[in-house]
């Protein structure tokens, strides 16, 4: 131990790692209170595309499938009634969606250009990368993290 950590040997992003059958994510679900405001965000500011919209009748919801460019998606279910977060981020369950950026910066001065808010830039103290934090209109957090 070292501090309050365990120290483990790091894998970086260039490490074969063990055989597993899952590969990679697919897709991450996230439900939404009103479907224009979020739609507006996961398309206009995160500027994901729109590859199939489909009301669900059985229950009462819209489900909207956002292509990433890695073709990872997104599927944004709207639901009304959906209780809200109930804190950010140390609920349990899913912490937050992270999102690989190029540029730190540049994403920095989008998000500001579409008023989304940011916090400050933080520095990973693991692997030296540069991150931030924002969040959609229902408040999930969304974590840009600079890759290139």
Known sequence: MQGDRTVRPRLDEMTPVPASPFRRIHH????????????RFYTEVLGLAVVAENFQWHRGSTKLDLALPDGGRIELFHFTDAPPRPTRPEA?????????????????????????EHEPTRVD?????????????????????EVG
């Open 28 to 39: 991450v679900a996230v439900i939404c209170r009103e479907l224009e405001p979020a739609r």
């Open 92 to 116: 349990a369950g899913l912490r937050h969606l992270a999102l690989a950026v190029e540029d730190l910066d540049a994403v920095q001065r989008h998000l500001k250009a579409h008023g989304v």
């Open 125 to 145: 103290e693991y692997t030296g990368r540069r991150f931030c934090f924002f969040a959609d209109p229902d408040g999930l957090p969304i974590e840009a993290y």
